[in-house]
C-alpha cells in the first residue's frame, strides 16, 4: 500500500512569505502528525490531528497551524516566515498511536 | 515533562563487533519506547517499539525501568546498519513522541 506521501519535497521562500506543507497519510490512517527537524534541535513535534480535531500542540509559535480534512489528508501552514524556519518537515501517520509512518519529508529553505 | 538522551552522537564499530546505542529517558509515568531508523538518503522508519519486543534486522531493545533506559543492542554489526538512529519516547495517552538527537552509527569493514 502507497506510504505517506508529502508535498512538495522542496521549497524555497523568501522572508515575510507564507507557505503551505501537505501531507497523505497511509489509506486508513486517521492521525497525522507533523515535526519538524533541524541540525541543532533535531526532531520537534508540532502538533497532532486526529478525525479533523487538533490533539495535541507542541512549543512552537502561533505562525504555525494546521489543519485536517476530512479524507485525513493534512497540511501545515507557517505565516510571515523566518530565516530559522529552514528546516525539514515531517509527516506521520498512524492507525493506533504505537507505530508511526513518516513521509520523506518537505525541506523548506527561508531565504 | 519527557526528556530522551542519545549520549553518543556519533559511534563507530567494526564489522562483526557487537553494538550497543544508549538511550535513556526521562519521565514518572509508563512510557512507550521507540527505536526509529534513518538509513542515507530514506525516510525515518520504525525498528523497533518495546511493546512488541521483536528483534528487527538483529536488533534488540530491552526497557529498564530501574535505570531509564532503553539501549538498542545487536550482537555482530553489518556494514549495511550504517544510519542514524533515534530513540523516542510517548507518554501515557499522549499523541506525541519526543526524540532524542539521534546516534550516527558508522560500521567499518
Known amino acids: 500500500k502507497a506510504g505517506v506521501t508529502q508535498t512538495p519535497r522542496y521549497l524555497i521562500k523568501t522572508r515575510g512569505q507564507q507557505v503551505t506543507l501537505s501531507c497523505s497519510p497511509i489509506s486508513g490512517h486517521r492521525s497525522v502528525s507533523w515535526y519538524q527537524q533541524t541540525p541543532g534541535q533535531g526532531l520537534q513535534f508540532l502538533f497532532e490531528?486526529?478525525?479533523?480535531?487538533?490533539?495535541n500542540k507542541g512549543n512552537f509559535p502561533g505562525r504555525f497551524s494546521g489543519r485536517q480534512f476530512s479524507n485525513s489528508r493534512s497540511e501545515m501552514n507557517v505565516s510571515t516566515l523566518e530565516l530559522g524556519d529552514s528546516a525539514l518537515y515531517l509527516c506521520?501517520?498512524?492507525?493506533?498511536?504505537?507505530?508511526?509512518?513518516f513521509g520523506s519529508g518537505t525541506r523548506l529553505t527561508v531565504v | 515533562a519527557q526528556r530522551v538522551t542519545q549520549p553518543e552522537k556519533l559511534l563507530s564499530v567494526f564489522k562483526g563487533a557487537p553494538v550497543e546505542l544508549k538511550c535513556n529517558y526521562s519521565?514518572?509515568?509508563?512510557?512507550?519506547l521507540f527505536w526509529y531508523v534513518q538509513y542515507s538518503r530514506q525516510r525515518l522508519q520504525l525498528l523497533l517499539r518495546h511493546i512488541s519486543r521483536e528483534s528487527i534486522k538483529g536488533f534488540t531493545a530491552d526497557l529498564n525501568k530501574g535505570e531509564t533506559s532503553f539501549h538498542l543492542k545487536k550482537p555482530f554489526a553489518q556494514e549495511e546498519d550504517s544510519a542514524m538512529y533515534y530513540c523516542?519516547?510517548?507518554?501515557?495517552?499522549?499523541?506525541?513522541?519526543?526524540f532524542g538527537q539521534g546516534t550516527r552509527l558508522t560500521i567499518n569493514p
Open positions: 506521520a501517520s498512524s492507525a493506533d498511536s504505537y507505530g508511526y509512518t
Open positions: 523516542a519516547l510517548r507518554a501515557q495517552g499522549a499523541q506525541k513522541l519526543v
Open positions: 490531528y486526529f478525525s479533523e480535531t487538533q490533539r
Open positions: 519521565y514518572s509515568g509508563s512510557p512507550e
